[in-house]
């Protein structure tokens, strides 16, 4: 061994090994605002916290700072649309990638898949007509295919996944009857209860991708109704979106 090495004190090698697990928020931090979705999100976020304070009428319409969270929102709203520029790709890849069991199975993810990628492919000519580039007269049919489309990708996204909680819950009910009968002989199952533990976490993901869908379905429906109707209360709208930004910024926070 070098004889430099063997100088290296207990003070330096504990500052040394805290060096890392102080950086690891931020590393984290750094990974997830890499990510397209982190930062879309995070714009989301921002969005409908914004839209809460204007649809509970907190402030007068005649306070400048309205105008200026008017206007926050809208351009916010826009600078979102620019990261949806090829995501439909995923979509594709998705779909192509995905191991399907049955006729169902490829139905719903025909629909999912596909109707999220056709809403993320016109959502790309949206943004070039509320830009200017694209003649500002076609954006509202855009708007009406780009709504539908998203709302029969949720109706296939949240069917998938509520077969995937059921796949889930027979799995936990075998695990857990696997362990009540180590349990009962004396024998540890140490490994059955970490499997057990990491099936529950998954659970409440799939859970919270399930509601979130609920939230984003919510405010497809109203953009296809012209916010008219039953569920189309702006307040109640913006709380929806605030809480699908929030579960969704969990997810990508948790894979990073």
């Not at 063997?6 to 990510?35: I, M, R, W």
């Not at 982190?38 to 976020?45: A, N, Q, S, T």
């Not at 649309?81 to 399907?100: E, I, P, T, W, Y």
Request: proline share 2%.
């Amino acid at each position: 061994m070098d004889a430099k090495a063997s100088t290296v004190g207990p003070s330096q090698t504990a500052t040394a090994q805290s060096e890392p697990k102080g950086k690891d928020f931020l590393n984290h931090l750094e990974v997830y605002l890499a990510k397209r979705d982190g930062v879309d999100k995070l714009l989301k976020i921002s969005r409908y916290a914004t839209k809460i304070i204007l649809a509970s009428s907190v402030l007068p319409e005649t306070v400048p700072l309205t105008r200026q969270l008017k206007s926050f929102e809208s351009s916010v709203g826009l600078s979102r649309k620019a990261f949806r520029l090829g995501k439909f790709v995923q979509d594709v890849n998705a779909l192509r990638n995905s191991h399907l069991d049955s006729k169902e199975e490829i139905l719903l993810s025909v629909i999912a898949y596909g109707g999220e990628g056709l809403y993320y492919f016109v959502e790309q000519f949206i943004w070039l007509a509320k830009s200017g580039l694209i003649d500002a007269k076609h954006s509202r049919n855009l708007q009406k295919i780009s709504a539908w489309a998203e709302l029969i990708g949720y109706i296939g996204s949240i069917s998938l996944k509520l077969r995937d909680l059921k796949r889930i819950k027979e799995d936990e009910a075998c695990l857990n009857s696997s362990i009540e009968i180590a349990i009962s002989r004396g024998v540890g199952r140490t490994e059955e209860e970490e499997r057990r533990k990491k099936l529950r976490e998954k659970k409440l993901m799939k859970q919270l991708s399930v509601v979130q869908d609920i939230a984003d379905g919510l405010m497809a429906l109203a953009d296809i109704r012209d916010g008219k109707g039953r569920f189309t209360d702006p307040l109640l709208l913006s709380c929806a979106g605030l809480l699908s930004a929030l579960i969704s910024t969990h997810k990508n926070w948790v894979s990073c």
